[in-house]
């Protein structure tokens, strides 16, 4: 176990987590809900430090991320434990394994062995990924501040819900995220996630603010979140509160875990919402979970041009320049490439 960060101490040896937007009172003995902080006679400790569950080399577009790095491999990894209940989870044997057995399990690493197998995989970058990277915040935080001295990057791959003094400790070592914004509707978000939506809103803007590389990911679940209505709503937000540059994701739901009363979600519904996002005047929208689809393309904002074809999380062709602009208009394509 490791002493947490964010906390305080109130009276009869209880203790306020501040790392995320729960901000869980905890008594002694027990844990907060992500079941992986436990208060140990007033002190705050993060179980999971060090206890990795997961660890791959993934291509950076699986994040996903279009517009950072592209073709690039990242090293990512994963404890368990999350934040939020949704019960649409598709890692949710490990996302919530704490609460269905009581007790935390994964192989010990330590953030040295992690930056080392990051550098001799070829990885450009480490992700923080799989469950929600907030609640392994302590080990994160020191793979980051290693990673950043050896030159990789680091992404966070998140539902947005940790706190602005979350962000304000690691930001310094955060060159990029993918955030979850699961609908646009707080019924929503306190049916499916146990969560709110007004505190993913505000560390999404608040990221912006802080410089980090953004891209948005909503995962369109037919009857739920799909209506047009919602959907604009959520291009608007992104357009107006982070920016038009802001590449949006809508990815293609499969019936898993808890909810499996939906359909996968057709494709011409996710086409749509390409459609409403580039209507609503955002310059890249993307398609996911349908591999060949031409959503999955970046095609230059100004004029048109396909500067980026490519097939599930393969690319097969990258003409932006190394400058960043399209060869042939020459308009600055936002991301980072290299």
């Not at 990242?74 to 057995?101: K, L, M, W």
């Not at 086409?271 to 999955?296: C, F, H, M, S, W």
Request: aromatic content about 10%; some cysteine; hydrophobic content about 35%.
């Amino acid at each position: 176990m490791r002493e947490a960060l964010l906390y305080e101490r109130l009276e009869g040896r209880e203790v306020r987590c501040h790392l995320c937007n729960h901000r869980c009172r905890i008594p002694p003995g027990k844990t907060g809900l992500c079941g992986v902080r436990k208060n140990e006679e007033g002190v705050l400790y993060s179980l999971v430090y060090g206890q990795i569950i997961a660890r791959h080399v993934d291509p950076i577009e699986k994040k996903p991320l279009f517009h950072f790095l592209p073709g690039s491999l990242s090293y990512s990894i994963a404890t368990v434990g999350c934040n939020f209940q949704c019960d649409f989870c598709q890692n949710f044997e490990i996302s919530q394994f704490p609460r269905h057995y009581g007790y935390v399990t994964g192989e010990r690493i330590s953030p040295e062995e992690v930056v080392a197998e990051a550098l001799r995989s070829g990885s450009r970058s480490i992700s923080y990924t799989y469950t929600e990277p907030t609640v392994y915040f302590e080990f994160a935080l020191d793979c980051a501040r290693l990673a950043d001295e050896k030159g990789l990057k680091n992404v966070f791959v998140s539902n947005g819900y940790m706190t602005p003094e979350a962000l304000d400790t690691l930001h310094p070592h955060l060159h990029a995220a993918n955030i979850d914004l699961k609908a646009f509707r707080e019924e929503f978000y306190a049916r499916h996630c146990k969560a709110r939506l007004k505190p993913v809103l505000e560390t999404l803007k608040y990221l912006k603010r802080l410089g980090v590389w953004l891209e948005v990911t909503t995962l369109i679940i037919p009857g739920e979140n799909d209506d047009p209505g919602e959907l604009r709503e959520i291009a608007a937000f992104i357009r107006d509160e982070l920016g038009p540059e802001t590449p949006w994701h809508v990815t293609r739901f499969y019936p898993t875990y808890r909810l499996l009363t939906r359909p996968p979600t057709p494709v011409e519904i996710l086409q749509r919402a390409y459609n409403l996002g580039r209507e609503a005047g955002l310059k890249y929208v993307y398609t996911g979970n349908i591999p060949g689809d031409k959503g999955e393309n970046t095609y230059c904002w100004s004029c048109g041009h396909l500067l980026i074809e490519r097939y599930g999380f393969r690319i097969l062709k990258n003409e932006i320049t190394p400058e960043g602009r399209c060869p042939e208009c020459g308009a600055v394509i936002d991301g980072l490439w290299g």
